[in-house]
């Protein structure tokens, strides 16, 4: 079973103790100052254990690409192409194998989910209005906030943001279901120049598409 890619977008974003601030400093300098961004990264989706087995994991890889105010793409390229791309208005959900199309309304369809921590927002004001905040400790080297939306009706449960130093570096992502995603970037550049078209989606010929 592929992991399809509407399960991270459906998904895909009060301070704590003083000795934690450094991962809302960090938050904050991020959504700042990182106007634009690209990075790679590895996604692992672990599913809840079920009549007392392991949860399955699944592996994948691509690149993420961003601009504020809410736009960027997130392109699979292993195990299967999938793409999750947002060009300011229209959320558009590739998958290569089915050659299936879904759009979705952007402004219905972000909210409280992890696109809107790390890519959509455009500062921490209009983040605390969709999640509450919360600093915690340091863990693998890096300064964590846990995000937690305060729509209860959605399917994330919870997100957590991992920085090294002002850089994104992780995202843990656990949903209502007790599925958890994480992902981790690697070779991040931060206010890349990104050409106008790079969040252009054109529907590949044949594809069917599903409107939302």
């Known amino acids: 079973m592929k992991t399809r890619p509407w399960l991270l977008a459906g998904l895909l974003l ?23 961004g690209r990075a790679d990264f590895t996604q692992t989706v672990t599913a809840p254990p079920r009549d007392g087995q392991a949860g399955r994991v699944k592996t994948s890889s691509g690149t993420f690409e961003f601009q504020r105010p809410g736009r960027f793409k997130f392109d699979y390229k292993k195990p299967f ?14 998958d290569a194998d089915l050659n299936q ?4 309304a952007q402004a219905q369809a972000l909210g409280s989910t992890p696109a809107a921590l790390i890519a959509a927002a455009p500062d921490l004001r209009a983040l605390q209005a969709d999640f509450a905040l919360e600093a915690g400790p340091e863990r693998d080297g890096l300064q964590w906030v846990k995000a937690t939306p305060k729509n209860k009706d959605g399917q994330l449960q ?22 958890r995603s994480v992902l981790k970037f690697s070779k991040v550049e931060v206010n890349p120049a990104l050409p106008a078209a790079t969040f252009d989606f054109k529907v590949p010929t044949g594809a069917d598409v599903v409107k939302q």
């Open 14 to 36: 009060a301070c704590g103790a003083p000795a934690w601030a450094g991962g809302m400093e960090s938050l904050e300098a991020f959504v700042k100052s990182a106007k634009s």
């Open 81 to 94: 192409a999938q793409s999750i791309v947002a060009d300011g208005k229209t959320l558009w959900l590739y």
């Open 101 to 104: 199309v879904t759009q979705r």
């Open 158 to 179: 919870n997100v957590q943001v991992g920085f090294q130093g002002d850089a994104l570096a992780a995202l843990e992502i656990l949903d209502s279901f007790g599925q």
